[in-house]
C-alpha cells in the first residue's frame, strides 16, 4: 500500500510529454534556434543592402596663432573658432548581381539553419523514445526480478523447513540459497539499470533528478498489430525529402552555389552614385556695412606722355561680423557624383575566390550525397533491425511459453519428492531468463517500430 501510495504520488509522464518537454528545454535546440535567428538578420541585412546610405557629420575646431582660416582661405593671427556640417548618401547602382545572389545565399543557408534545428529535435526525438523505452524495459525487468525474488523466498523457507526435519540435503538448502542470492543481484541490477535510466531521462528533459517521476506503458496488445513488412525503398522515398539531414545538406549546397556567384561578382566593374550637402561656420568671417571717404588720395599710377599723376580716393570701410544663419546659406555646398571601380589586376585574388567557392560547392554536393547514402542505408537498417526484432520477439515469446510449461512440470514433480533441487533450480534460472529476454524483446521491438513510424512523420506516442 506504501509503494502504490508512493507511484501514485508520482507525476506520470507521457511519452509525447517526455519529447514536448526535451524538445522546449534543450539547451542545444535554444542555440540551433540562436543559430537561426543569426541567419534571419544576416539575410534582413543584405535585403537593406539595396537601399541608399545616409550619414551625417559635424565639427567643431579651435585654432590659434597664424592659420589659414577654412572657411574665408585667409591666413589669420589670432583665436579662430570653426565648425562645418554635411549630409552624405551613396546608391549602389552596379556590382556585379552580388546583392542579388547575397540575398539568396542568406536564404537558403536561414534554410539550412532551420533545418539543422530540425535535425536536432529529431536526433533528441529518437534519444528520448529509445530512454524511455529504456526506462519501461527495466521497470519490467525489475518487477520480474522481484517476483522471482519472492518464488526464491518461499523455495528457501520450504528447503530450510525440509531440511530440518531431514527430509533435504546441506546440498538441496546451498541450492536454494544460491538461487535466492542470485534473484537479489538482478533485483539490484534492474533497479540500478532504472535508475541510470531514469536520470538519463531526466536529464534529457532538463528536469531535476530530484522530483521523482513515472512514465505510462504502452498497451501492450498493439504488439500484435505491428507490421514489420515495410519496403525500404518506399520508405525512402516518402521520407528522404522531409529528412532534416538531406534538407540541411541540400540547402548547405545551393548556399555554397550562390558564393560562386557573389565570389564572381568581383570580377565586374561598380557603380555607385553619391551626394553630399554641407555648410560651415567661421568667427572670422565678416562682411562690408559702411564706406567713408577719409579726403585723400594714393596714387595708382601716371598718364604716358604727361607723366601726370592718376589717383583714387581712400575709403574707410566698417566690416561687422557675419552671423550664423547668413554664413550658413553661403557656405551651402552641393556635390554629385558617379564611381566607376574596374577590377584590372589584384594578384588573381578574386579568380582564386571564385576557384575556392567553385570547390566548397563541389565538397558541398558530396556531402549531400553522402547525406542521402547514409539516410538510405539507415533506412534500409531501420526495416532490417524490425524484422529481426519482430523475429526475436516472436522467438523469445515462444521460448518463454516453453520454458514456463517445463517449469510448471518440473515444479509439480519437484512437489513429489520426483525431481532434486539442482533440476529445480535450473528450471527456475532458465525460466527467469526466458521471461527477461521476452521483456526485452518486446520493447526492442516496439522501438524499432517507431523508428519506421518517426522516419514516415508519425507522431512519436504509443
Known amino acids: 500500500m506504501l509503494i502504490s501510495g508512493i507511484a501514485n504520488a508520482q507525476e506520470k509522464i507521457t511519452l509525447e510529454q517526455a519529447v514536448d518537454l526535451t524538445l522546449k528545454n534543450n539547451l542545444q535546440i535554444k542555440q540551433a534556434q ?17 537601399y541608399p546610405t545616409l550619414n551625417g557629420g559635424a565639427n567643431l575646431n579651435f585654432n590659434f596663432g597664424r592659420n589659414v582660416d577654412p572657411l574665408t582661405y585667409q591666413f589669420v593671427n589670432q583665436k579662430t ?65 522481484m517476483q522471482q525474488l519472492q518464488l526464491s523466498q518461499l523455495q528457501l523457507d520450504r528447503e530450510d523447513k525440509q531440511f530440518k526435519v531431514g527430509s533435504k540435503t546441506l546440498a ?44 505510462e506503458k504502452p498497451v501492450i496488445d498493439q504488439i500484435g498489430d505491428i507490421n514489420s513488412n515495410y519496403a525500404a ?48 561656420y567661421s568667427n572670422n568671417r565678416q562682411h562690408l556695412v559702411g564706406t567713408e571717404l577719409t579726403g585723400q588720395n594714393t596714387v595708382i599710377g601716371f598718364l604716358e606722355g604727361t607723366n601726370q599723376s592718376v589717383l583714387t580716393p581712400e575709403y574707410n570701410n566698417t566690416y ?33 575566390n571564385v576557384r575556392r567557392a567553385k570547390i566548397t560547392y563541389q565538397n558541398a554536393q558530396v556531402t549531400e550525397q553522402l547525406a542521402r547514402n547514409n539516410f538510405n542505408k539507415i533506412i534500409y537498417q531501420a526495416v532490417t533491425d524490425l524484422r529481426a526484432a519482430d523475429s526475436r520477439f516472436r522467438s523469445a515469446n515462444s ?51 517507431k523508428i ?7 507522431p512519436l506516442t504509443f
Open 34 to 50: 540562436l543559430s537561426e535567428s543569426l541567419s534571419k538578420e544576416d539575410l534582413i541585412e543584405s535585403k537593406l543592402y539595396f
Open 81 to 145: 573658432t570653426n565648425s562645418n556640417g554635411s549630409l552624405s548618401t551613396s546608391v549602389p547602382i552596379f556590382q556585379g548581381f552580388r546583392l542579388w545572389h547575397q540575398i539568396s545565399q542568406f536564404k537558403y543557408q536561414l534554410e539550412a539553419d532551420k533545418s539543422n534545428t530540425r535535425k536536432i529535435k529529431n536526433d533528441l526525438s529518437l534519444t528520448v523514445v529509445t530512454t524511455y523505452l529504456q526506462v519501461l524495459s527495466y521497470e519490467d525487468l525489475l518487477k520480474a526480478s
Open 172 to 215: 538441496d538448502l546451498s541450492q536454494a540459497k544460491a538461487q535466492f542470492a542470485t534473484a537479489e543481484l538482478n533485483v539490484t541490477n534492474a533497479k540500478n539499470q532504472l535508475d541510470i535510466a531514469k536520470l538519463n531521462l531526466a536529464q534529457l528533459m532538463e528536469r531535476d533528478p530530484a522530483q521523482d517521476f513515472s512514465v
Open 233 to 280: 525503398a518506399e520508405i525512402y522515398t516518402k521520407a528522404a525529402d522531409n529528412y532534416p539531414d538531406i534538407q540541411l545538406a541540400k540547402n548547405r549546397t545551393l548556399a555554397s552555389l550562390k558564393a560562386v556567384d557573389v565570389a564572381k561578382s568581383s570580377l565586374y566593374p561598380r557603380l555607385t552614385f553619391q551626394g553630399s550637402i554641407g555648410s560651415g
Open 320 to 352: 561687422e561680423p557675419t552671423n550664423f544663419k547668413d554664413q550658413l546659406n553661403e557656405n551651402f555646398n552641393q556635390a554629385l557624383g558617379f564611381t566607376l571601380s574596374i577590377p584590372i589586376f589584384n594578384s588573381y585574388s578574386a579568380r582564386i
Open 399 to 449: 521460448a518463454f511459453e516453453s520454458s514456463k510449461a517445463a517449469f510448471d512440470a518440473i515444479s509439480k514433480r519437484y512437489d513429489v519428492g520426483l525431481v532434486n533441487s539442482l533440476d529445480f533450480n535450473q528450471a527456475q534460472t532458465d525460466l527467469n531468463q526466458k521471461e527477461f529476454d521476452v521483456i526485452q524483446a518486446r520493447y526492442d521491438l516496439i522501438f524499432r517500430n
Open 452 to 458: 519506421i513510424d518517426f522516419y514516415l512523420g508519425k
